[in-house]
C-alpha cells in the first residue's frame, strides 16, 4: 500500500464516482481507476462495488475506511513531527454551542499549551461527530449529554471505548410567551402542562431527548425547527420550548418571552475521545488542558 493510493482510496469514497474523484485530487480518471485497482491487488480483495450508482463499499472496504483514515492521519503526525511542526489537535463541536462554549474551551488550551494549533469542525449532527471520533478523524468532540456514560441522554454512541469529561452545567430553561397562562405562577409542575403544545426539533436534538426525559409521552409535540425558531414561536403563543438558558436570554431579560417555574435539569458540557488515543504524544496533556 501507498499512501497516495489511500487518499485516492478516501477520495473515491467521498465522491463516489471515479471521476469527481479525479477532479478533486487533479487527476486523470485512468489514474485514480489504476490506483484502486492496484490497491484492491495488493490487498487481494474488491474494495468497491461497481454499479451505475457510483462505488459502493465492500465490507472489505468498509473495513479498509477506518485503516485509511488511521493510516494518513500517522502519516501527517510523522511529517509534521519530523518538520518541526507543533501538534495539531482536531476538535469537533456541536453547532449549537460552538459559538458560545468552543472559545472558552479555545482560551484554555491557548493559555495551557501555547504551541498547540487546534483544527474545530462544527456539526449539527452529534452522531456524526462521534463517529469521526471513533474513526480518529478528530481527537476529541465537544457536545451536550447527560448522566454518568456517553449516551446518558438518549442516544446510541457507537462501538468505540469512548471517555469522557464534563466541562460545566448547560441549564435549560422552559419558556412561553409573557401572557401564558402559567406566566405567573410560583411553581409549574408536569401534569400542569398536560395540554401544552411542545415546540421541538428533530428526535436527536439535545433538547428534543431532554424534554422527552422531562415530559414523557403525555405533552403533544409540535416540530418546529431550531432553537431559534422554537424560541420565536413560544414568544409568539404557538406553545412552549425546551431550549438552553444562554440561547434566550437576552430575550428573558427583555421580557418577549418567560420562564416557566418548572424544575429542569441541565445539560452537561461533555468532552469525548477515544480512551485508547490517550496514549498518543501530549494527547492526555492535551486533553486535561481542555477540561481542566
Request: hydrophobic fraction near 50%; charge should be neutral.
Amino acid at each position: 500500500m501507498e499512501l497516495r493510493q489511500l487518499r485516492t482510496f478516501e477520495a473515491v469514497v467521498a465522491h463516489r464516482t471515479v471521476t469527481d474523484a479525479a477532479n478533486a485530487l487533479g487527476l486523470a480518471p485512468s489514474s485514480v481507476s489504476e490506483q484502486i485497482r492496484t490497491l484492491e491487488k495488493s490487498l487481494g480483495v474488491a474494495l468497491f462495488d461497481r454499479g451505475p450508482k457510483g462505488m459502493e463499499l465492500t465490507a472489505a472496504g468498509e473495513r479498509m475506511r477506518g485503516w485509511a483514515r488511521r493510516l494518513l492521519r500517522q502519516a501527517e503526525q510523522a511529517r509534521a513531527e519530523v518538520a518541526g511542526e507543533g501538534p495539531v489537535l482536531r476538535l469537533g463541536a456541536l453547532e449549537s454551542i460552538a459559538a458560545t462554549h468552543v472559545p472558552g474551551v479555545l482560551a484554555r488550551l491557548a493559555e495551557r499549551r501555547p504551541g498547540l494549533r487546534v483544527d474545530v469542525r462544527s456539526d449539527a449532527a452529534r452522531d456524526q461527530l462521534l463517529a469521526a471520533v471513533a474513526a480518529g478523524e478528530l481527537e476529541a468532540a465537544l457536545l451536550l449529554d447527560a448522566g454518568g456514560d456517553v449516551g446518558g441522554l438518549g442516544f446510541a454512541p457507537p462501538p468505540a471505548p469512548l471517555d469522557f469529561a464534563d466541562l460545566e452545567p448547560v441549564p435549560l430553561a422552559l419558556v412561553a410567551a409573557p401572557d401564558h397562562p402559567l406566566a405567573g405562577a410560583a411553581h409549574v409542575a408536569a401534569a400542569d402542562l398536560r395540554d401544552e403544545k411542545f415546540l421541538v426539533n428533530v428526535p436527536a436534538c439535545s433538547f428534543h431527548m431532554a424534554g422527552e426525559r422531562l415530559f414523557g409521552p403525555a405533552v403533544e409535540r409540535v416540530r418546529a425547527g431550531s432553537v431559534t425558531v422554537m424560541a420565536s414561536w413560544a414568544e409568539r403563543g404557538l406553545g412552549i420550548a425546551l431550549v438552553p438558558e444562554f440561547a434566550v436570554r437576552d430575550r428573558l431579560a427583555a421580557g418577549t418571552l418567560v420562564r416557566l417555574a418548572l424544575g429542569t435539569p441541565a445539560l452537561s458540557l461533555r468532552l469525548v475521545w477515544r480512551a485508547d488515543r490517550e496514549a498518543l504524544p501530549g494527547m492526555r496533556e492535551v486533553l486535561y488542558a481542555a477540561s481542566a
